[in-house]
């Protein structure tokens, strides 16, 4: 069956960097475009980031707030997606997800094909 499995996550003072690393199974991770998504406490979830198919130009989009601090990029030989955040700040602490998706005219559609989510991993931006 399908699984993500969010990793990468914890404490980092404001200005602080992360890594976080989502690894994908049971579904062909090469032939879709993947998403990170964040989760602040009491708040919706929010699209951080997509990166489509090597085939599809690995092209990317940002939010505003993650665009010129974060970086996503995939490793389809181990099926794993990343994120690396940087210049972090308070805002930016949540819950982090990964999911799956398509590409539709530069923008992410279709979300969450599988009906399936991660467990995710706390990013908390703290001095």
């Known amino acids: 069956q399908v699984q993500l499995v969010e990793s990468g996550g914890g404490l980092a003072q404001p200005g602080g960097s992360l890594t976080l690393s989502c690894l994908a199974s049971?579904?062909?991770?090469?032939?879709?475009?993947m998403i990170w998504y964040r989760r602040p406490e009491g708040k919706g979830r929010d699209l951080v980031a997509a990166v489509t198919t090597s085939g599809n130009g690995g092209d990317t989009l940002y939010s505003d707030s993650a665009k010129g601090r974060f970086t996503i990029s995939r490793d389809d030989n181990k099926n794993t997606m990343y994120l690396q955040m940087t210049n972090l700040n308070h805002e930016d602490t949540a819950v982090y997800y990964c999911n799956v998706g398509y590409w539709c005219n530069g923008n992410v559609c279709f979300e969450d094909p599988f009906s399936t989510w991660g467990q995710g991993t706390q990013v908390t931006v703290s001095s």
């Open positions: 049971g579904f062909p991770f090469s032939a879709y475009t």
